[in-house]
């Protein structure tokens, strides 16, 4: 099956690829690993992180699943309330993130 990844940011929602998948849990687990692999680039490079969510859409632009920053950073960094929120940001973790990132590599 087709699915489309659509990452948003804070202005807007932008069509990144088309990806030909065997089933939704596959193209999730890409988008999370996309997800992650720009996170950790633009933690490098110093640039700021503005994306919320990577969405993950049938081939008529229907979201079928969303990984924000909570489900990116779950399992690698746990703090309370970041899983259940929808970017992080709002938490005032954007610091936290980045320095609790590189500690655990």
């Known amino acids: 099956m087709k699915y489309q990844l659509i990452i ?7 069509a990144a690829e088309d990806l030909e ?7 999730a687990s890409e988008a999370l690993l996309g997800f992650r692999e720009v996170l950790a ?14 969405h993950i859409a049938d081939h008529v632009g229907e979201i079928l699943a969303t990984v924000n920053l909570g489900k990116a950073l779950s399992g690698i ?5 970041l899983a ?11 610091a936290i993130v ?8």
């Open 84 to 94: 259940n929120s929808q970017n992080g940001s709002e938490l005032g973790l954007d």
């Open 8 to 14: 948003e940011d804070h202005e807007q929602r932008v």
């Open 77 to 81: 960094v746990e703090i309370h309330g």
């Open 98 to 105: 980045a320095s609790e990132i590189w500690r655990e590599k």
């Open 41 to 54: 680039d633009h933690i490098r490079s110093g640039k700021a992180f503005t994306i919320n969510a990577i």
């Open 21 to 27: 998948l065997t089933d939704l849990e596959l193209a």
